[in-house]
Structures are given as structure tokens and as C-alpha cells.
């Protein structure tokens, strides 16, 4: 009996060592995706003009990194406050602790090199090598080639200065632990040719994110077999829960019967002429879709985008309104 209670005290004592060692690999020795690459970005036209694009209308960066107004439909960005960060994301969003989005101008960016900067969007690690929680969608930007990231870094040190102190995100345990797990060396994709709609379509796709809000999620991940199938809960506004749509190919429940015209259609009315944002009331109802936003996307880009949406296997699933 003497003997068997060793074995077992030494058992579980090697159990916790190994644990404990474990833990302090993950804590102190992860992230471990190589320093930041030694590029300087030129600030080109080009670069600027694709920049201001992607940052403002497909990988929307600065609709999170600024201040939205969520009293108007669509929460379009409040002038004067571009990428200031500040935006908090929470518990009440089900995400593991206090996430806030980042200063994305001078104020903050201006001491980092243009290397620290890439290695922070496309590998998920900042400045002082601690891992970011990937809210900010570093494992899909990772796939981009690299000149769009270029062209991102470019556009970021144009944003005029504010002054804004952003509080330290807060994970909770065990998720302050794991995501050091998270960061990985980039796999750089080169941009498909536009005249491939599909294939230029999800590479758009990618960049927008729209799977993580057009999927179910369970524990903070997509659920494997259904995305795009819509049913993101993003909580109630008016006694009404909020869900994303289906936006499979499927004809009972998802966007299978609309034809690229419509497509079209539905994000290019709020980027008319005639169009003025809608406060939110009795007769409103709130979106987290950042219409005005995504609106601003070409013509091109959203047919592409819808071919390569059409292109995907239809999942039946009626989302709750």
C-alpha cells in the first residue's frame, strides 16, 4: 500500500512539473514568430490610394479602430476620430476579457518601424513581442499579399494624430495564457487576377472577414461544416436578438435566389447620393454591419465577391430574426 501511495505522489508530482514547465514555455517563450522583417514602406500614390481602400472599405480597419455612432443605422464612423482606438469589446460581445482596439495613428504608431508594424497585422505580435488577441483578424492577413499589406502600412501614416491613450487589453485565464499560442509566421498569397472573379473573390472575402460574422460560433470559433451560414448572436437591441444572415448559396435560407443586380444593389444604396444614415427608433432596428463602410467597395470587388459567395456549397440554415 506504501509502496503503490509513492508511486502515485511521484506520479502526480511529475504531472504538475511537467504542467508548471509547460505553462512557463507558453508564457515566456511563445510568441515565437521571428523578429520584424527590416522593410521600409515607400509612400507611393498608389500604395496610398490602395491603402485608404482597404483600410476604409474592404478590411475596414478603421471601422473598429475609430469611434462608431451606434445611434445611427450601420454605426458609421465618427468624423474626427479616425483610428483614434479606444473601441472596447468585451464580455458582452462573448469575447474572454476587456479587448480594446488600438491607437492606429502617429500618436501611437509614430515609434514603431514599418517592420514592427507588418509583423503586428500578419503574424499577430506587437511592438514589445507580446501576442494580440486576434479580434483584429492577423491569421487571414497573414494569407494577403504582401504589397496590400504595404499599401495598409502606407495609408496608417497618413492618419492625422490623436491624442488617445487606449487601455491595456485584459484576457481572461486561460485565454491570457493560450493566445500565445495563436501568432504564426505568415503564408503570403499572391493577389488573384480580378478577371478571376471567384478566386479574387475570396481573397476579398478573407480580407473582410465575413466568415467570423456570417457563422455560427461556438467557445469563440466558427463552427466547423457551417460557415457562412449566418446565426452569429450579437445581442439584443429592442427585445430583438440580433443575428447575422445566411449567406450561402442556399434558396430557402440564404441569399441562393438573389441575382448579382440585387447583390449589388443592397450595398450600393447606402453609398447613393440620396441617402441619409437613419437614426436609430421604434422603426430602425440596429446593425453591426458596417454598411456605409463596405458600400464604398467597387463594383467589381462585390460582383467578385458575389461569384465567389455562389460558389460555395448551399447550408441550409434559417437564421432567427
Not at 490602395?50 to 478590411?59: H, I, S
Not at 504595404?150 to 491570457?176: G, M
Request: glycine share 10%; hydrophobic share 35%; proline share 8%.
Amino acid at each position: 500500500m506504501k509502496k503503490l501511495l509513492k508511486v502515485t505522489l511521484i506520479v502526480i508530482g511529475s504531472i504538475v512539473v511537467l504542467a508548471c514547465a509547460a505553462g512557463f514555455y507558453v508564457k515566456k517563450a511563445l510568441p515565437d514568430v521571428g523578429p520584424p522583417p527590416g522593410v521600409k514602406v515607400q509612400l507611393t500614390p498608389a500604395r496610398l490610394a490602395r491603402g485608404q481602400y482597404l483600410c476604409t472599405n474592404v478590411a475596414a480597419c478603421v471601422v473598429c479602430h475609430s469611434t462608431r455612432d451606434t445611434g445611427v443605422f450601420g454605426g458609421p464612423v465618427e468624423p474626427g476620430t479616425l483610428g483614434r482606438g479606444g473601441e472596447l469589446f468585451g464580455p458582452a460581445d462573448g469575447l474572454p476579457g476587456n479587448i480594446y482596439a488600438a491607437n492606429l495613428t502617429p500618436y501611437h504608431l509614430g515609434s514603431w518601424s514599418d517592420g514592427e508594424l507588418f509583423r503586428a497585422i500578419t503574424s499577430g505580435v506587437s511592438k514589445d513581442g507580446h501576442a494580440l488577441f486576434p479580434l483584429m483578424n492577423y491569421p487571414a492577413y497573414g494569407h494577403l499579399d504582401q504589397e496590400d499589406v504595404y499599401s495598409i502600412i502606407a495609408y496608417l501614416r497618413t492618419l492625422p494624430s490623436i491624442n488617445n491613450d487606449v487601455p491595456p487589453t485584459q484576457l481572461d485565464f486561460p485565454v491570457s495564457l493560450i493566445v500565445n499560442t495563436m501568432p504564426s509566421k505568415p503564408t503570403h498569397e499572391q493577389k488573384p487576377d480580378t478577371s478571376d472573379a471567384i478566386a479574387y473573390g475570396k481573397y476579398l472575402v478573407t480580407m473582410a472577414s465575413c466568415v467570423d460574422c456570417h457563422s455560427p460560433v461556438n467557445k469563440g470559433r466558427v463552427v466547423a461544416g457551417m460557415e457562412f451560414a449566418g446565426g452569429r448572436d450579437f445581442g439584443s437591441a429592442d427585445g430583438h436578438t440580433l443575428y447575422s444572415p445566411n449567406i450561402t448559396p442556399d434558396k430557402a435560407t440564404g441569399i441562393g435566389n438573389w441575382s448579382r443586380e440585387l447583390f449589388l444593389r443592397k450595398f450600393k444604396q447606402y453609398a447613393d447620393s440620396s441617402y441619409t444614415p437613419q437614426r436609430i427608433d421604434a422603426h430602425t432596428r440596429p446593425t453591426p454591419m458596417p454598411w456605409e463602410a463596405f458600400a464604398g467597395m467597387h463594383e467589381q470587388d462585390l460582383s467578385a465577391i458575389y461569384a465567389y459567395l455562389h460558389s460555395l456549397k448551399p447550408i441550409s440554415h434559417k437564421v432567427g430574426q
